[in-house]
Each structure stands twice: as structure tokens, then as C-alpha cells.
Nanobody, 124 residues
Framework: QVQLVESGGGLVQAGGSLRLSCAASGRTFNNYAMGWFRQAPGKERDFVAFISRSGDNTFYAASVKGRFTISRDNAKNLVYLQMNSLKPEDTAVYYC?????????????????WGQGTQVTVSS
């Protein structure tokens, strides 16, 4: 299994940027595809971004495409979410998640491991 810990959240003005990090334990990090999800109070957990095991394939929710970039450094067991041009509607707790399947998925229930989340707040 893999243990995930998110960091990098905070308060930012609309139009600003943040970079989230997700640190993974274990020696088999490169065997996991990774995703970022977010959840606002009273709402369901929504897909944000996906990256394949090698990092050569990415997929984004329409609401963040062109503004967010997911990347990974397998040598350091890290996955990142660079968030630019932030909007108030991006405010949420952001979670990283891992799955062993090679297939792209946007469904939270299909991810096996989850971090505890990091808060992102965007002021207007």
C-alpha cells in the first residue's frame, strides 16, 4: 500500500497561484496512477486532475483545464498540482489519491488510497 500526505494549501487572492504537493511512502510509487480531487463544504468530492504512472499522460476536469497542471517526480515520490489563475469557486479541500490501474478514471470510488487533504481558499 501507499501512504499519501498533501501540503501547500493556503489563502490566495483571485488570480493568484498555489502549488500543492503530495508525498507518497513506499518504493512502488511508480506503480500507481495519481489523481487530485477537491471537496467544498456540503458538496460531493469532484475530480480535478489525473496523471499516469510514468507521467506521460494527464487528464483534467473542464473547469480547471488550462489553469492547473499536474506533474510527478517518481524519484522523489511526489506528485504536484500547480494552480494558476485561481477563482473563488476553486475553494475546497484538495485531496490526492492513488490507484494501480493503468486506466484513466475520474471516479473517487475507483481510487484505492487517499491523503487527508489540504485546504485551499481563494478570496474574491
Amino acid at each position: 500500500q501507499v501512504q499519501l500526505v498533501e501540503s501547500g494549501g493556503g489563502l490566495v487572492q483571485a488570480g493568484g497561484s498555489l502549488r500543492l504537493s503530495c508525498a507518497a511512502s513506499g518504493r512502488t510509487f511508480n506503480n500507481y496512477a495519481m489523481g487530485w480531487f477537491r471537496q467544498a463544504p456540503g458538496k460531493e468530492r469532484d475530480f480535478v486532475a489525473f496523471i499516469s504512472r510514468s507521467g506521460d499522460n494527464t487528464f483534467y476536469a473542464a473547469s480547471v483545464k488550462g489553469r492547473f497542471t499536474i506533474s510527478r517526480d517518481n524519484a522523489k515520490n511526489l506528485v504536484y498540482l500547480q494552480m494558476n489563475s485561481l477563482k473563488p469557486e476553486d475553494t475546497a479541500v484538495y485531496y490526492c489519491a492513488a490507484r494501480r490501474s493503468v486506466l484513466v478514471t475520474t471516479t473517487p470510488s475507483e481510487y484505492e488510497y487517499w491523503g487527508q487533504g489540504t485546504q485551499v481558499t481563494v478570496s474574491s
